[in-house]
C-alpha cells in the first residue's frame, strides 16, 4: 500500500485493483497508515500522500530507496533479539525498529540503554558470504550510521572496531582518553552459519538520536544528535538514510572497508587493544579487509580481529 501511494494520488479502484483487495480493503489499509502517522488526503485523483513525520514502520517504509521490509515495535525487548526470532522463522531483509527497547545490550553483554527517541535498529541479512566476512558488515554499517549523521550537521568519526563518535579533537599525550570523543553510537554483530557460509547475519544499531542528555549514562561519556545539535533530528529520515547507505555498502565489502578507514578515528592514533591472546600496544596504522586492525608494536606489525581498543594518544609521526 505505501510503494503504490508512493507513486502520487492513486484511486480507490486502481489501488484495490493492484493490490489484489476489496475497495473496502483498501479504506482500512488507508486508515490504519493515518493512524501511524502518515497523512493521506482522498481527493477527486484519488488518495495521495501529503504528510510523512509520525516515526512508524508505515512511515519509514514510505519512500524507502532499500530493499528492506520494515519491522516496526513501539517497545521490544532487543532489536537483536526480534531479528534472531525472525531469523529462526526463515525471514530475510528485515529492518526491525524499536522507539524503546527494555532489555538492550552492546558488546560483550554490557548495558546499552534504550529510552525513546533513539534509533534502535537491527538488520537481519542472509548474505552469500563466508563467516570470516561477517565483521566488514559491522565496518559497513559503522559507515552508514557516520554518513547518516554527517548528514544532520554533527562530525562524527569511528572508534575500532564498532563505535561512532562524535569527535572532541585529538587528545594530547597529558590528556588520555579511552575514545576520543564521545560516544553517539554502538553496533553490535551476531550470526549463525556454517564452515563455509552465514546462514543468517544480524547487524544491530543504538543509536542516541533525540535523547536528552540528562537521560544518558554519566559514566558513560556518551551524546546523542540532539545534544549536539540543539534540536532533534527526523529519526524517520535518519533511519531510512542509515538503511539506504547499508545497503549500498553491504554490496561492495571491500569498499565499505576502504570508506571506514576514511571516516577512522582510530588509525593514527597509538593504541592499546586487549585481545583474547593478550594485549596489543603500539600505534594503529590501518584497517584490513574484512576488519582487521593493523597494529605497529615498534617489533612486529600485529593485525588484530578482536578485542576492546583504547586509543592513548595520537601516534607519532
Not at 538488520?123 to 563466508?130: G, H, I, K, T, W
Not at 570508506?259 to 577512522?264: D, F, K, T
Not at 588509525?267 to 592499546?272: E, T
Request: net charge negative; hydrophobic share 40%; charged share 25%.
Amino acid at each position: 500500500m505505501v510503494d503504490a501511494l508512493a507513486e502520487g494520488p492513486v484511486a480507490g479502484p486502481t489501488l484495490a485493483d493492484r493490490l489484489g483487495v476489496s475497495r473496502a480493503a483498501v479504506w482500512n489499509h488507508v486508515e490504519a497508515l493515518r493512524e501511524a502517522g502518515v497523512a493521506v488526503e482522498s481527493g477527486e485523483d484519488g488518495y495521495v500522500v501529503t504528510d510523512v513525520s509520525g516515526y512508524s514502520g508505515e512511515a519509514i517504509a514510505y519512500g524507502l530507496d532499500a530493499p528492506f521490509d520494515i519491522d516496526y515495535h513501539d517497545s521490544v525487548g532487543s532489536t537483536n533479539d526480534r531479528a534472531r526470532e525472525l531469523a529462526a522463522a526463515g525471514a530475510s531483509g528485515v529492518a526491525v525498529v524499536a522507539d524503546r527497547q527494555t532489555a538492550s545490550r552492546g558488546r560483550l553483554d554490557r548495558e546499552w540503554v534504550s529510552p525513546p527517541g533513539g534509533v534502535w535498529l537491527s538488520v537481519l541479512l542472509r548474505p552469500e558470504a563466508p563467516p570470516a566476512h561477517a565483521p566488514a558488515y559491522t565496518l559497513a554499517m559503522a559507515v552508514a550510521v557516520t554518513r547518516a549523521c554527517r548528514e544532520t550537521g554533527v562530525d562524527t568519526r569511528i572508534k575500532w572496531p564498532n563505535d561512532v563518535l562524535v569527535a572532541n579533537g585529538r587528545e594530547t599525550e597529558a590528556e588520555p582518553t579511552e575514545r576520543g570523543g564521545r560516544k553517539l553510537c554502538g553496533i553490535l554483530t551476531e550470526m549463525e552459519g556454517e564452515a563455509d557460509r552465514v546462514s543468517w547475519l544480524v547487524v544491530g544499531v543504538g543509536l542516541n538520536a533525540n535523547i536528552d542528555p540528562d537521560d544518558l549514562p554519566a559514566s558513560a561519556d556518551a551524546t546523542s544528535l540532539l545534544a549536539e545539535r540543539g534540536e532533534p533530528v527526523d529519526r524517520r529520515v535518519l533511519v531510512q538514510r542509515v538503511l539506504e547507505e547499508f545497503d549500498a555498502l553491504a554490496d561492495d565489502l571491500r569498499g565499505a572497508v576502504d570508506a571506514w578507514e576514511e571516516y577512522a578515528d582510530t588509525v593514527g592514533q597509538r593504541v592499546r587493544v586487549e585481545t583474547p591472546g593478550g594485549v596489543v600496544e603500539g600505534d594503529a596504522v590501518a584497517v584490513e579487509f574484512p576488519g582487521a586492525l593493523v597494529v605497529d608494536t615498534g617489533e612486529e606489525t600485529v593485525r588484530v580481529t578482536a578485542g576492546d581498543c583504547e586509543h592513548l594518544r595520537p601516534a607519532d609521526r
